[in-house]
């Protein structure tokens, strides 16, 4: 029986502390107590609770096949950045390649033979050579790893975001050689704005915050016997590299994005300027999980 406020939380706790597996006990019993605890520390009014509600609700109303706000939310709340560092590098001791997956990875983007170009159609950039190699933590190539890679258009759009793009433009799926090395050819990506059109661009606003993420290449990279690697590599000229909105941008994952003038020597086609990316990744050991795609 409840008399008043104080007995709430103790007796929600108690119901919780009943729930037979114990990592879903643990995991309800703390967020009873801080989710509590946040309430009565806000004084939370009825009318902020009646808001609170309906902006989850809008949360769903606002995902779809091509968007997914849920996943937005987490990283504008700095959610996904600190439960990638807390999983990866050691428990968070290390430096670790992961990093956010983002709402906008599809699962069964095409795969390529190395070398080959993700550009499926007109998309106007700079041409890139990304020149990436796969390794273990202790610096033995990872051979045979699948790389899926994805990344904005040079106008700030993914494919599934812009009728203009081809179907799985700026997508492909690569295998790492017998050195753990895998390259490919695509054009030079840009910043962007993130969606605003939903409640996170409500929240930014209300913050004063830009929507801006800074220019990123997406990697995924699968092999057996090891942790799923997610993974982005950051272009340190973007203008929003130390605001990234996801709170996405880790020191590691800082890339070199390297101005070329003069002919690319594979290519004397290829047009100048042209950039470089040469980046190393590192996989650690463990189970191999894929997650579940944001979007279809």
């Not at 729930?19 to 309430?39: A, C, E, Q, Y």
């Not at 796969?134 to 990872?142: E, I, K, M, Y």
């Amino acid at each position: 029986m409840i008399k008043d406020m104080d007995d709430v939380t103790p007796v929600v706790l108690a119901v919780m502390e009943r729930t037979s597996d114990p990592r879903l006990r643990k995991i309800m019993v703390s967020l009873i107590r801080h989710l509590h605890g946040f309430i009565r520390d806000v004084s939370l009014t009825e009318a902020e609770f009646r808001a609170a509600t309906a902006i989850i609700n809008d949360i769903g109303q606002c995902s779809n096949d091509s968007h997914n706000e849920a996943v937005l939310m987490s990283g504008s709340l700095g959610v996904s950045s600190l439960i990638c560092l807390m999983n990866n590098g050691d428990s968070g001791q290390t430096e670790t390649s992961q990093n956010l997956l983002g709402p906008f990875w599809r699962i069964h983007s095409p795969r390529m033979e190395n070398g080959g170009s993700i550009v499926r159609s007109d998309t106007p950039g700079d041409p890139l050579i990304v020149r990436g190699r796969v390794l273990d933590r202790r610096g033995n190539p990872v051979v045979g790893a699948e790389v899926d890679i994805w990344h904005a258009s040079p106008v700030g759009l993914y494919e599934n975001q812009d009728d203009g793009q081809a179907e799985w433009n700026l997508r492909g799926k690569f295998t790492t050689d017998e050195d753990g090395r895998f390259w490919l050819r695509t054009v030079k990506m840009v910043g962007y704005p993130v969606p605003t059109d939903g409640v996170v661009g409500r929240l930014l606003a209300a913050q004063g915050r830009h929507p801006y993420r800074p220019a990123h290449l997406h990697a995924l990279i699968v092999k057996q016997g090891f942790k799923v690697l997610i993974s982005q590599v950051y272009d340190p000229t973007d203008p929003h590299i130390d605001s990234d909105v996801q709170f996405g941008v880790t020191q590691v994952l800082i890339g070199n994005y390297v101005r070329h003038d003069e002919p690319y020597d594979g290519d004397p086609t290829l047009a100048t300027p042209w950039y470089a990316l040469d980046y190393t990744y590192v996989m650690e050991e463990g189970e191999t999980m894929l997650p579940r795609p944001p979007i279809k």
